[in-house]
Structures are given as C-alpha cells and as structure tokens.
C-alpha cells in the first residue's frame, strides 16, 4: 500500500482512483497543490502565515527588534543540492552585529529552560497558521537558560547570515540572553 494509500485509509485501485495524477496502480504519484489559493506563497515560504483563527495572539508591533518582515524579504537561488538565500544590503548589515529578535520558541530538546532552540516568526503550535521558510527563522545559542513559553520571547545576542549552513538555515544568533 503506498503512503496515499495509507493517508486515504484506502487500498488497491480505489486508492489510486483517489490520487490526483494517476491512472491506475502504480502509475504516477500524488499531484499536490498550495494550500494558499489565489497563488499565493505555497507552506515553506516566506514570513508564513498568522491566522486570525489563531488562538495564539501573534506577535505585537514592536520598534526595538528587528522586524521579520524585513528578514523574509530575500530571494533564493536554487543550487544543485541547496537553496542559497541572496541577502539584502539591510540583512546583510545585520550580520555580525548586536541585534533583539522576538518570536515563538521551538525547543530542541525537554527541559524547560533551553539554550538552543528555534524562534519562528509563526507559532509552530497553531494548527490554524501556515509556517514559513527558513527566512522565518532564526537558530538561537543562548549563553543561560531561557524558559520554554508559547507567549513570544524577546532575546539579544550577536546576529549572523548563513550563506551554506548544514540545515538550511538562513539566521543564527549566538551568546543571546532573554530580553524584555
């Protein structure tokens, strides 16, 4: 049985009837489209998607962080085994310095207090919202523990672009400590 098979709770040529783009077993695979209508931005681009359905408030409008929008806004150029991120004269002044980021938290490991951990500009929590790419994350190495929250955090730490990281990353922020 094959994973839309499973996915469909269906076997043999009824499932096969189901999935778009076949023409009976084992011809073809699955076709999937956007989950945004209209052409928007499919899941895994962008600054993602905040639903007003969201029972998590999103982020509020804040002058003393660095603004998301203004991470996301890059382009992407595909290499044969990577996507390069081409950063912005803006992002690119980001890099090295000092700067306060705020986001949702995405842990990396079971402890309450985390000192590596993901900040996403979407929460990852809300099953209403549509998470972004890797322009809507930053991977931050806290120098003490901050306490895991599904509220947004606020941390300072020396901030850096990533051209080729292992993991497909576009931000890191390094030595960051929890800010108000």
Not at 124 to 130: E, M, N, P, R, S
Not at 158 to 169: I, K, P, W
Request: glycine share 10%; hydrophobic share 40%.
């Amino acid at each position: 049985m094959t994973a839309v098979a499973l996915v469909a709770g269906m076997s043999g040529a009824n499932a096969w009837a189901q999935a778009p783009g076949s023409s009976g077993a084992g011809a073809g695979t699955a076709t999937l489209s956007s989950p945004l209508a209209g052409g928007g931005l499919p899941a895994g681009e962008g600054a993602g998607f905040h639903s007003p359905q969201s029972p998590i408030k999103p982020l509020p409008q804040r002058s003393d962080v660095v603004a998301w929008s203004s991470l996301s806004n890059l382009t992407k150029k595909t290499l044969k085994t990577r996507i390069e991120p081409v950063f912005t004269a803006e992002q690119k002044a980001l890099d090295k310095t000092v700067q306060r980021v705020q986001g949702f938290m995405v842990p990396m490991d079971t402890k309450p207090g985390q000192k590596h951990f993901l900040l996403t500009s979407v929460p990852l929590t809300c099953a209403f919202c549509i998470p972004g790419g890797p322009e809507s994350m930053i991977e931050v190495k806290a120098s003490s523990p901050v306490r895991y929250s599904l509220e947004p955090v606020v941390v300072e730490g020396h901030f850096q672009t990533l051209t080729n990281d292992e993991y497909g990353l576009f931000y890191r922020m390094v030595g960051a400590r929890q800010v108000q």
